[in-house]
């Protein structure tokens, strides 16, 4: 179990008390008083402990997946933990005590998240405890959590070995919303093949602790599928559940006595949220993200890697949430627009964790989450080399010598390496390859503090030839420690913002149809449809003010005081390089300048209404919006603008960047593109009626550098008149917010492998 603590709140009404008389009531009176009041409290606090979510938890998650040891006929296991606590992160001093077979998992990259909004972090560990344990872990000074499994001695009597209990995937802290039903696939796998069954914990059996049932929670126990409702107020909830294995059973065949042959603890953290949008606006995982449950086979020392390609209408993502193995590599997370993208690599070194290793990801926009996806990675387990095999690792080259006698019924005119230009050679006792470390697709990987070079001999058959002849498969690796590849032999190097893009600063102006620097293109406008749901158009306009949506003529001509019907919002950048393209993806509008209270006018790429167009260019580094404010919500004179931009260079010359209002957009064109950091820059005021000069304004952003002083923005005020004529020209500091919420996530992506090793 996981302990939740709560706060109830112990406030209540005294109105009575006060109003039953000025007088000071008497001792006995006062002595009554206090027992009300005593188990008025308790009372309400008992209601609160039964009946409302918990307000603060100890643990957002736990697993534990069972090795039982055949050293002592399986009376001891090796049980792997896997626990999400929330920020700040406990330490791990207090998991295993002196003496103990226990060891910690340290991992460079830690899993952490931000989402719910108390952020979370994972710890990882395992430790020699009996089958049969019931036991408090304790994490940190205020961590605590209930575990309870029976895991055997139980000998399988189709193998004679030891049960494998099942393994349950861990995922990120679950979110939902009020009165909106999700389903959460549990992702289990079993390595003797049992039926895995999931059910909710219980506490007259020991199983949890003060546990209990949620009416809002229903579980599929064969198919381990939770439900939530929906039917939850706004709060943080916990579940306890058992997953259990039972020899499976054809369905014809009805057997009163399967008894499971061992249960272990999922605990499971939902957090339910408020509601502001549709059900369905959850972000969706893409087809090329790796389907759920799939199992990934990893040799030793391979390097097992893939995508996940997230696409979110409505919100964009700010995380993708991960629980996974130690030394699992995040990095190139994306987010542009609707799309977002991440890579996973994992190496496959010398560790003692499980043979079958979940990955469970998620990803978090501010108010959504999508489903939850988990994979496996399967650790093929590898027969003994055979007596007489060596491996020698030169300074440019490992040698392998491989006795002939234990290739039994492997012909060995099929062996070759990863290239097969490298030959390999063999006699009527022994097969040799010298194979190059630069060369003869040998692959350098990083795992943990070693250099690991690799490559794989193995049989390789027409694939039009089908046969039940056995096959090799023998992975080489040789390891380098880290103090041997120190200093200016190896140094790993990626691109900074300002080397691939340059200096690069972003503006923001407003001005009149057909004024400003791109005139030529706001006069007779061709106006393209961003509205999402729209069939997109383009088409030419004649110079007309009637304040229609279409409208392209500029409306310089109105009476003072009157209001103006539509405005052009230009959003440049000074990127001079011909492949770069600006982004916009978010645009809002306020009445104040500190942008409390805000409407969209362009989200996730998208025109926010019918009142938004997009005025076509030929300038890459240029965006042009028509915005008719016959729509606009604003009922002042003046109103502000913020826009969020990205400069993009798709890698190859025969693609583009991701058009983010596109149908056919996909995640795959942010895999292969290059991006800046996120920028939110801002508009000084705009009016919105004619005046005598008529208001014009123009924001600049400097990107930061790490080489720099923090960034400042500065506006810069232009006052015109009704012939867009400049006559006056201020300049003063926007708000420091401006430049604090420049900051974004670094958009680069190692799909197109901007890291480099470079060996000297």
């Known amino acids: 179990m996981i302990n939740a603590r709560h706060e109830p709140d112990t406030r209540w009404d005294f109105k009575t008390l006060l109003t039953r008389g000025s007088r000071r009531p008497s001792p006995a009176r006062g002595a009554e008083m206090l027992r009300t009041l005593k188990l008025s409290v308790l009372l309400q606090g008992l209601t609160l402990l039964l009946s409302g979510p918990a307000c603060e938890a100890s643990s957002l998650g736990l697993t534990v997946h069972v090795v039982p040891l055949d050293s002592d006929g399986g009376k001891t296991v090796r049980a792997h933990f896997t626990a999400i606590a929330p920020t700040p992160c406990p330490g791990l001093s207090g998991v295993c005590a002196q003496g103990e077979d226990c060891l910690v998992h340290t991992t ?31 994490l940190g000074s205020d961590t605590e959590m209930y575990v309870s499994m029976k895991a055997g001695p139980q000998v399988r009597e189709n193998s004679g070995r030891l049960n494998h209990p099942p393994f349950v995937a861990l995922p990120p802290p679950l979110r939902a919303r009020v009165n909106c039903p999700h389903h959460f696939h549990l992702s289990a796998k079993d390595l003797d093949g049992d039926r895995v069954r999931c059910r909710f914990a219980r506490p007259e059996h020991g199983e949890c602790l003060g546990c209990t049932r949620h009416s809002f929670m229903e579980l599929d126990e064969e198919k381990c599928m939770l439900t939530f409702t929906g039917k939850a107020s706004a709060g943080r909830y916990f579940i306890y559940l058992m997953a259990e294995d039972l020899i499976p059973v054809p369905k014809i065949i009805q057997i009163s006595d399967n008894a499971p042959l061992s249960s272990v603890p999922v605990h499971l953290s939902l957090t339910v949220e408020e509601s502001t949008s549709s059900c369905s606006d959850e972000p969706v995982a893409s087809s090329e993200t790796p389907e759920r449950d799939a199992t990934l086979f990893v040799l030793p020392y391979q390097e097992m890697k893939f995508n996940v390609h997230f696409m979110s209408q409505l919100e964009s993502v700010l995380e993708v949430a991960v629980v996974g193995p130690p030394e699992l590599y995040r990095v190139g997370f994306t987010s542009v627009g609707p ?22 990801f998620a990803a978090n926009t501010k108010s959504l989450q999508s489903e939850p996806r988990c994979v496996w990675l399967y650790q093929r387990e590898m027969r003994t080399l055979p007596a007489g095999t060596e491996l020698t690792c030169e300074k440019t080259e490992m040698i392998l010598v491989l006795p002939v006698a234990s290739l039994t019924n492997i012909k060995l005119e099929e062996l070759q390496l990863n290239s097969p230009t490298c030959p390999v050679s063999y006699n009527d006792t ?32 027409p694939f039009t030839l089908v046969s039940r002849r056995p096959f090799l498969i023998l992975p080489l690796a040789c390891r380098i420690p880290g103090a041997q590849v120190k200093g200016p032999h190896y140094e790993v190097a990626m691109p900074t913002e300002t080397e691939v893009f340059g200096e690069v600063k972003y503006e923001i102006a407003i001005y009149l149809p057909g004024e400003g620097p791109l005139a ?11 509205q999402r749901s729209a069939v997109r158009v383009r088409r030419e306009v004649e110079s007309r003010s009637d304040g229609n949506a279409t409208s392209t003529g500029s409306n310089s001509s109105g009476a003072i005081g009157s209001r103006i019907n539509q ?33 969209p006018l362009l989200s996730q790429g998208c025109a926010a209404s019918n009142s938004t167009f997009e005025v076509v260019t030929t300038q890459s580094n240029s965006r042009v919006y028509r915005l008719n404010l016959n729509n606009v919500e604003t009922k002042g004179s003046t109103m502000y603008v913020q ?23 996909s995640t795959r064109t942010v895999v292969n593109s290059v991006f800046t950091k996120s920028y939110t820059i ?6 919105l009626v004619f005046t005598t000069p008529q208001p014009s304004t123009l924001s600049t952003i400097t990107p930061a550098t790490t080489t720099t002083a923090p960034t400042t923005t500065t506006t810069t005020t232009t006052t015109v008149t009704s012939t867009a004529t400049p006559t006056d020209t201020t300049t003063s500091h926007a708000p420091e917010k401006a430049s604090s919420m420049a900051a974004g996530v670094i958009l680069t992506t190692i799909g197109i492998f901007l890291q480099k090793v470079v060996l000297h």
């Not at 060369?439 to 049989?459: F, H, I, M, P, R």
């Not at 293109?521 to 961003?530: D, K, S, V």
């Not at 440049?572 to 809002?588: F, G, K, P, Y």
């Not at 826009?643 to 957009?665: E, F, G, H, M, W």
Request: glycine content about 4%.
């Open 682 to 687: 801002q508009s000084g005021p705009v009016s």
């Open 643 to 665: 826009c969020t931009v990205n400069l993009c260079i798709a890698t190859l010359p025969s693609q583009k960047c991701p058009d983010l209002c596109s149908r056919s957009v």
């Open 567 to 599: 405005l052009d919002l230009h959003v440049m950048s000074n990127c001079t390089l011909d492949r770069a393209e600006l982004l916009v993806s978010q645009c809002v509008e306020s009445e104040t300048e500190d942008f409390e209270e805000t409407r």
């Open 430 to 461: 022994h097969l040799t390859a010298r194979i190059a470390l630069n060369g003869c697709g040998t692959k350098t990987l990083n795992a943990g503090s070693e250099l690991v070079y690799t490559n794989t001999l193995q049989s390789v058959r």
């Open 339 to 360: 799309l977002s993208v991440m890579t996973m690599a994992w190496v496959r070194s010398q560790n003692n964790l499980t043979q079958l290793l979940p990955i469970c």
């Open 520 to 530: 030529n293109y706001t006069r007779f406008a061709q106006l393209r449809n961003i």
């Open 108 to 138: 460079s990259s830690p899993f952490t998240g931000s989402k719910p909004e108390s952020g979370w972090c994972v710890r990882q560990w395992q430790k020699n405890v009996p089958s049969n344990y019931n036991g408090t872990v304790t």
